[in-house]
């Protein structure tokens, strides 16, 4: 099985079809697609546990939230919702990436070490974030 929105190039011969119209249609879009095998995950998936809502905010990258959604991927973290947002900085008007991220944390995973993590990240990314516990839905 594999995480759901990734394909799993090895089995799904459906998947070069998709990546051709992709492909396609990227350029009338202004976008530029990669794409990557992946492995089934090892974590699996839960909809058990703590909720948390993650708040980034950085300046908009290519790979940001591929990369914060795969750390949390690695600690076996749910993603439940996902919202992003590029709007200008009122002081400069640069672009400003906003990612707001509700979350379904296992009891069993540390969220010290999460936050460690997700802290290591987004300095490395320069990125600000808010990790807080909410109230289940």
């Known amino acids: 099985a594999t995480a759901p929105g990734l394909f799993e190039t090895r089995q799904d011969a459906g998947v070069e079809h998709a990546k051709a119209k992709l492909d396609a249609l990227a ?6 697609l990669s794409y990557r095998g992946c492995e089934p995950s090892l974590a699996k998936p839960t909809t058990i546990g703590l909720p948390y ?12 939230v591929h990369r914060i959604t795969d750390l949390l991927h690695r600690h076996g ?10 709007q200008p900085r009122p002081e400069t008007g640069a672009p400003l990436f906003s990612m707001e991220l509700l979350l379904t944390v296992p009891s069993s995973v540390s969220i010290r070490t999460v936050r460690g993590d997700l802290e290591r990240l987004c300095d490395e990314l320069n ?11």
Request: hydrophobic share 30%; net charge negative.
């Open 77 to 86: 973290i749910n993603v439940e919702e996902l919202t992003t947002r590029s």
């Open 27 to 32: 350029p009338e879009l202004g976008l530029t």
């Open 53 to 64: 809502r993650l708040n980034t905010y950085a300046m908009d990258q290519p790979g940001l």
């Open 127 to 137: 990125c600000d974030l808010e990790l807080s516990q909410t109230k289940p839905r």
